[in-house]
């Protein structure tokens, strides 16, 4: 009978890993994975309750907000809240930060930028939905917040991962010392380590991408695509075609199996769909941990200085291989657009 680890359990033991950490960041931590139990239980039994369909509300990117979409944001933060380590919270369903100017907030040092339930347009129809979260300390402890406190580049992360509520449901982070995969054991409400040192293939044969937009993409992606579906055996093509439109559950199958998940800029999003905080840079970071790549087709996603809370960015995430063939057909075809 192998040895159960809860999520509790492995924070404490891995703390002694940060030397100068009083335990802030684990309690954090076990904020973020109990608000992740209380939002698990509404996305299981979603459409047994009023809590499917539209709430009637969008958010700052003009899209319609669903009930989970809002139930899992008020849970979120209301955790974050009660917890006492996070100062402020970014939040894909606010337009601005959210100041957690409690008495027991006042001098915490974290600050947390969060997608609470991304891919929630699938929630209707019972495909795997996820939660998106990083983690960065104040750069200016004991004064004022400040916007350009948020704003950090994706290199600034204390720690990031996200939660996919699917067939089951699993909590995936990283504090910067490799990536561990914890499975929810419903018998006991709690999340268990069921994926130690998690490590995405350095080469795949999966790609990942809404093959409907492929008018709109750059030519160096429709070469690539057109390249992923050459017949030649000797290199594993064509390469197979998988899309959820949840990106949580795309990447976390990427990084169990191998693969490439590409949302490059196209027509209608010229600086791409996905955003860099609460996206992208937490993505990123795990990926990177786990011995993968993710870039813009240029740049290293986590060297981004962002400008804006809400802002986009094109993406390339997964095996490194596949990620390096992804610029080489992006590099060969486009000039630089920040040059
Ligand atoms: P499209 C979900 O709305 C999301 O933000 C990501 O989870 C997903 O990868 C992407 O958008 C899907 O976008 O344009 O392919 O529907």
Request: net charge negative; glycine share 10%; proline share 4%.
């Amino acid at each position: 009978m192998t040895k159960v680890i809860t999520l509790g359990q492995f924070i404490i033991e891995k703390q002694a890993d940060f030397p100068y950490a009083k335990g802030e960041l684990s309690r954090l931590l076990r904020d973020i994975g109990i608000a992740a139990k209380i939002v698990n239980r509404e996305v299981n039994k979603a459409g047994l309750v009023d809590i499917l369909g539209d709430n009637g509300t969008t958010n700052i990117q003009g899209e319609g907000q669903k009930k989970l979409d809002v139930y899992a944001d008020e849970q979120f933060i209301s955790a974050l809240r009660s917890g006492g380590e996070c100062c402020v919270v970014a939040s894909e369903e606010h337009d601005d930060c959210i100041f957690i100017d409690s008495h027991v907030s006042r001098n915490a040092k974290y600050i947390v930028c969060i997608d609470p339930l991304d891919g929630s347009s699938n929630i209707d129809v019972n495909v795997s939905v996820g939660t998106i979260f990083s983690i960065y300390r104040r750069t200016d402890p004991g004064g004022p917040i400040r916007l350009e406190e948020v704003l950090q580049k994706g290199t600034q992360q204390v720690a990031a991962g996200y939660v996919i509520y699917g067939s089951s449901t699993m909590l995936v982070y990283t504090t910067g010392k490799g990536v561990n995969g914890f499975t929810l054991d419903p018998s006991i409400g709690e999340f268990c380590l069921s994926h130690p040192n998690m490590r995405i293939p350095l080469d795949g044969t999966i790609y990942s991408i809404n093959e409907g937009n492929y008018v709109k993409f750059p030519q160096g992606v429709k070469d690539y695509i057109k390249y992923c579906q050459v017949e030649e055996p000797e290199t594993n093509r064509p390469f197979t075609s998988r899309y959820i439109g949840s990106m949580v559950a795309d990447v976390h199958r990427n990084l169990i199996k191998g693969g490439v998940f590409l949302y490059p800029t196209t027509s209608s999003h010229p600086q791409g769909k996905l955003r860099l905080m609460y996206e992208c840079n937490p993505l990123a970071f795990i990926i990177e941990q786990a011995g993968g790549k993710a870039t813009d087709g240029w740049r290293r996603i986590l060297d981004i200085q962002p400008q804006e809370l809400h802002e986009r960015t094109p993406i390339f995430i997964g095996s490194i291989a596949m990620v390096e063939k992804v610029e080489e057909f992006i590099q060969l075809k486009t000039v630089a657009y920040f040059q």
